[in-house]
């Protein structure tokens, strides 16, 4: 016995380690054609990182090269306690829009007050997923419905593209929501640059043709593939190459388009995070807003491309490595980061085998990091203007209202709600009123659980609602079969339904609460059962239960309510009709049978 005891243990804490550090299970088989797949994926992230990290960084109102510093250690964390083998972690429109949206109220852009904000922001959200994903609270995402999150993430769209219109033309406006930056830019409409107009004109134009048009040109010339598909991903590359040679070869940052300007060059240096309680305190609910939107947006994207596969995804991990790639990136002088869904795709696509194409994908961030810096001095800010626009318009989908809508009309309200909050007032807000709706639309329906009052079905043992199916019924038998478990929000409701439906019927005698559907009985819905149990028999009604589930039984078991119930608890519904109007039950099932043997004679 201790021989097989001692080899047990080890195996035990051998598998809660892989279960923290994933990397030990892909590792294993880990061979060089995966690695020749990863390496080809990697280089086409990188080429599409790159102009997107800078791009996101002046998003968040941060210097561009925090975007690099955000895009090189998360990649190396993920890959060792992520679970997905294609999700490709890093700076995305959405968390840089809250991060600025958070940390502008506290600092002046451009002051270190500013960015040591933003890097405490990044590592308070990273121990919040962290501490979530220890606790396996995975389920706290929950609260934040799809349509909420689908209006929030439109309307984020809407804002981050309307906030890139002043650098597209050349002037000086900001507003924390929509109205506030359409008021601002038409008030500097008569300042607009032509040369800064020009240059985002031209950008946004090359980079939609090369979106929609560009890998089927090349195909229709008998390019590769691959090649034709890298090609395609490095067209923002493009863009960046040509703007910058041409900003600085006619000198236009001398005629007013703004420029990205020195970059610092080489690896970024370990950083701690402010150790200001107030400023944490300040930031806390930011904090937990970006890390719950970010880990929705992330399990989303992973579970979506893993399905693919037929991968799993492990949804409480996925908390642990998302939680430890903020920490890193503050660490390391970044920002909040989260998995991108065009990244990922792009990941998927390419061929990603394992995570070490993320690994793989922050060498080549480090390297841009230490040798391509100087060449973005003359980089058009309307350049990254022009790719932020063309990767949030992505996330807008104006569709999806109608679709919401159509098919559930509470779901609809609740996300134009929350577009309409989050484009008036600002994306914090918008998010809180989404946490809101979410939560008061679950209490409003399960405040009013759908009850039917059902029958038997000729010829059958199967009990189905009378308003839907022909059904027989007991003049002194009601049977309400309960569809949503009893909780605080709806056990009044229940009270209230059965009190009419006596009140209107003097002949019942007899009624059954069918419980097929019921996974828990909290304790005011236990009152509640309590309280129609003595109601019904102060009306000389007997109160009887059918088709109670097994947990649920050993609750009610636990209190004085099965041992005062006036009736009984019936294995099924047809056994409790048998029992209750046994003459009716058995004609109603003999006559279709009857009838059944006539026609086949």
Known sequence: MQRITHTFRPATESNSVRRYFPILDWSKSYSRDTATSD??????????????????????????????????LPLVIYAVFGTSRTLAVGPVAVASLMTAAAVGKLAAMGTPEYYGAA?????LSGVMLLGMGLLRLGFVANFLSHPVISGFVTASGLIIAAGQIPHLLGIK????????????????????????????????GFLFWSRKYLKDWLLARHFDPRLANVLTRAAPVAAVIVTTLVTAAFGLNSHGVAIVGDVPRGLPVPT?????????????????LIAVVGYVETISVAQTLAAKRRQRIDPDQELVALGACNIGSALSGGFPVTGGFSRSVVNFDAGAQTPAAGAFTAVGMALATVFLTPLL????????????????????DFGAIRRTLAYSRTDGTAMIATILVTLAFGVESGILAGVALSLFLHLYRT??????????????????????????TAADVLTVRVDESLYFPNARFLEDFIQTRVAANPDIRHLVLMFPAVNEVDSSALESLEAINEMLHASGVTLHLSEVKGPVMDRLRRSPFITDLTGEVFLTQYDAMVFLAPELTAKTLAACRRDTVRSSA
């Open 39 to 72: 390496l080809v994926a990697a280089l086409i992230v990188t080429i599409m990182l790159i102009p997107q990290s800078l791009a996101y960084a002046l998003l968040a109102g941060l210097p561009a090269e925090v975007g690099l510093y955000a895009s090189i």
């Open 119 to 123: 890097i405490a922001l990044a590592f």
């Open 173 to 204: 406006a900001s507003g924390k929501n929509l109205l506030d930056l359409l008021g601002q830019i038409s008030e500097n409409i008569s300042n607009i640059n032509a040369f800064t107009v020009l240059i985002g004109a031209s950008a946004i």
């Open 272 to 288: 701690l995070p402010p150790l200001d309680l107030a400023l944490w305190s300040q930031i806390a609910v930011p904090a937990l």
């Open 377 to 396: 001095f003359f980089l058009p800010k309307a350049t990254l203007a022009a790719t932020i626009i063309l990767a949030v318009l992505t996330l807008v």
């Open 447 to 472: 405040s009013r659980p759908h009850v039917a009052i059902v029958g038997q079905v000729p010829g059958t043992e199967h009990f189905r609602n009378i308003d839907r199916h022909a059904v027989i």
